[in-house]
C-alpha cells in the first residue's frame, strides 16, 4: 500500500551559513533528516532509506506540512503551495553514518516577502535557535508487525519517494535528537525537545471502519494526536 507519510524532526542551527545563488541569497542549515527505525509505528528501514536518498536533492522546502481543500496531506510540488509557503529547497543529500543527512537552502528574501511565520523561521535559524522540521514522502508499506530495538510497529515501509521538507514553526518532533535527527549542535544538554508523536490514521479509524487487504493504494491520511487516534480507533483486526 502507498500512503503519504510525515517525519518531524527537530532543527538547531549551531552551524548554519550563508550562500548567494542565482543572484539569491541563501542561509544554509545541515539536516539529519530521517534515521532508520521505527517511526509513528512505522519500521522504516536502512535500505528504504538508501535506495532512494538522493531523490531528496532539489525537494521544496515549505513553511508547514500543505494540505488540500478536505484538510488532508498533499504534495508541496504544487504551483500555488511553492508560491505561498514555498522556503527554498534541499540539496546536497548523502548518507552518513547510516542517516539520511541534507543540506537545507532558505531563500532569505522569499522569507521576508512571506512575512510571519516565515520570517520567524529564518530569524530562529539565523540566531542559532531550534526550529523543528519534517519530512514528507510518499511510502510504499507491507503490513507486517513486530518490535525493533525494543519499539512496536505495525508496517514496514519498503519504498521512500521523497516529496518536500517542512519547516515547523509550531509544532513539535516525533523524530527527535533522542533519535539521532537535526542539525549538530554544540551544546546537547541546553536543548531538550518536546515530544507530541503525530499519527498517521486512516478514514476507516475515524469512523467508516473499512479496513484494506494490504494492496493497491491506501486511503487519503491526516495527521491526528495520538489522544485523537485513541477516540476514533475502530476494529480494524488490531
Known amino acids: 500500500m502507498r500512503k ?55 525537494r521544496p522546502v515549505v513553511l508547514d506540512h500543505p494540505l488540500d481543500g478536505h484538510g488532508l496531506p498533499m504534495s508541496a510540488n504544487d504551483p500555488s503551495v511553492l508560491a505561498n509557503a514555498g522556503l527554498g529547497h534541499v540539496w546536497n543529500a548523502d548518507i552518513d553514518q547510516n542517516r ?16 510571519g511565520d516565515a520570517e520567524r523561521v529564518i530569524d530562529a535559524v539565523r540566531n542559532g535557535a531550534s526550529v523543528e522540521i519534517s519530512t514528507g514522502y510518499w511510502a510504499t508499506m507491507r503490513s507486517r508487525r513486530g518490535v525493533h ?8 515501509t519498503e519504498l521512500i519517494i521523497p516529496d ?13 535528537w ?5 542539525i549538530p549542535r ?16 486512516s478514514a476507516s479509524e475515524r469512523g467508516r471502519c473499512q479496513c484494506g487487504n494490504g494492496g493497491g493504494l491506501k486511503r487519503p491520511q491526516v495527521m491526528l494526536t495520538q489522544r485523537e487516534r485513541d477516540a476514533a480507533k475502530c476494529a480494524c483486526g488490531r
Open 4 to 58: 503519504p507519510i510525515q517525519f518531524t524532526a527537530n532543527l538547531q542551527s549551531s552551524m548554519v551559513s550563508f550562500a548567494t545563488h542565482d543572484d539569491k541569497e541563501y542561509l544554509v542549515a545541515p539536516c539529519v533528516a530521517l534515521v532508520p527505525g521505527v517511526l509513528n509505528r512505522d519500521l522504516v528501514t536502512l535500505e528504504a532509506v538508501v535506495n532512494t536518498f538522493q531523490a531528496w536533492n532539489g
Open 100 to 115: 539520511l543527512r541534507v543540506q537545507v537552502w532558505l531563500d532569505v528574501g522569499k522569507a521576508k516577502r512571506l512575512g
Open 149 to 156: 530495538n525494543e519499539r512496536e510497529y505495525d508496517e514496514v
Open 164 to 176: 518536500h521538507l517542512a519547516m515547523l514553526p509550531n509544532a513539535v518532533g516525533a523524530c527527535n
Open 178 to 182: 533522542g533519535d539521532g535527527c537535526g
Open 186 to 201: 554544540t551544546n546537547a544538554a541546553r536543548f531538550e525537545p518536546l515530544r507530541r508523536p503525530a499519527v498517521m490514521v
